[in-house]
């Protein structure tokens, strides 16, 4: 009786605990309303009927290098799925499940384990009411560079997978997707071997490429694309090509999303902001019911044991034009007006 007593305390307190976040602390661990650390790297949020969803890659288990890669440090652990999360406070997440399952039996599929599925986002399809998630699939050394795409009849999945293209014929690494106010939905890809993004106008249901396209960031290198809009504006911001290794962020700014971007420098500022504070990004997420009010979405690696690597969210603003992040050890929402 006294053991039993012990452990439903033991059980209530580390439930309220988990219940309890009160503050984004960003590279700290963040446990999930079941106690476990949210797994869920490389990850894009959806805002759906009052809900935050956050799908992520699962990193699980050892990891280990691949040694015939020797140009790069191909860090890698078994391709794990997609996670996904809800929540309706961005703070306090709770486990919805593996929204899309690796493949454990069949070595030539696209989710096989073995392989590599990252960066997975997900975008609601409103004509078809279908969630459609892309995702970056790769072989082990990164050469088969395709993008993935999967649907669901429900936010927490489960997702059924279509399978992978290269966009018109091009390689797709990093990658983001955008869905703009008017229901049309973009993918930008790191293509031609990471050199250039392509921005590419998807089909109506979202589930293929349009020969609608353009080459932006020409030869700038530039991956982790993450995009949002603000008064009418487009904004991207990206990371340079370092592997797991961070290194200072960008953003470009266009008045049309096909259209002309102008390149700018670092949105982050103060101490840390040369190597976005130890992160690269992976999205940005404007937070309801607030004006000007952006959470930076960034993954801090650790290349050794991705299994651990952390998240750092930061709040954004645009200031004069400028996305402006900087440094909080910790923050809540109250920092937006
Ligand atoms: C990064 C990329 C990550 C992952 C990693 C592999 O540049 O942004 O998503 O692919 O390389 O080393």
Redesign the pocket.
């Known amino acids: 009786m006294k053991y039993y007593l012990l452990f439903l305390f033991i059980l209530s307190y580390s439930f309220l605990q988990a219940q309890n976040q009160k503050v984004f602390m960003p590279g700290e661990i963040w446990k999930d309303a079941n106690g476990d650390p949210v797994n869920a790297h ?1 990850g894009g949020l959806l805002y759906h009927n009052g809900t935050y969803y956050w799908y992520g890659e699962i990193k699980k288990g050892k990891t280990w290098r691949v040694e015939y890669v020797t140009s ?5 652990v078994n391709a794990g799925g997609v996670s996904c999360y809800s929540s309706k406070d961005l703070l306090n997440w709770r486990f919805e499940g593996v929204a899309l399952k690796p493949n454990t039996a069949d070595s030539a599929h696209d989710l096989h384990t073995s392989k ?1 599925i ?2 997975p986002k997900v975008i609601y399809n409103e004509k078809t009411k279908k969630f459609v998630m892309w995702m ?1 699939v ?1 072989s082990e050394d ?1 050469g088969y560079s395709r993008s993935g795409v999967a649907v669901s009849d429900k936010p927490s999945g489960p997702f059924t997978y279509v399978g992978s293209v290269r966009p018109n014929g091009a390689m797709a ?2 990658m983001t997707v955008f869905r703009d106010d008017d229901g049309k939905a973009y993918h930008f890809y790191s293509s031609e071997n990471n050199a250039t993004m392509h921005v590419c106008l998807l089909s109506e249901d979202y589930l293929s490429h349009t020969t609608t396209e353009k080459r932006i960031l020409i030869n700038q290198s530039r ?2 694309p993450a995009v949002f809009k603000f008064n009418g504006k487009y904004y991207l911001i990206s ?1 340079g ?4 290794s961070p290194n200072p962020a960008s953003y470009a700014v266009a008045g049309q999303i096909l259209g002309e971007w102008t390149e700018y420098d670092n949105p982050c500022a103060g101490p840390g902001a040369d190597t976005t504070y130890g992160a ?1 990004s992976t999205y940005v997420q404007p937070v309801m019911g607030k004006k000007n009010a952006f959470i930076f979405l960034a ?1 801090r ?1 650790n ?1 050794l044991d991705l299994e651990d690597s952390r998240y750092v969210w930061l709040p954004m603003v645009i200031k004069n034009g400028k996305p402006v992040i900087e440094w909080r050890g910790q923050w809540d929402l109250s920092v937006f007006k």
């Open positions: 490389g790069w440090e191909d860090y890698r590599v990252e960066r970056h790769d990164y690494r990093d991956e982790a990371s090509c370092t592997g797991w690269q993954d690696w290349k």
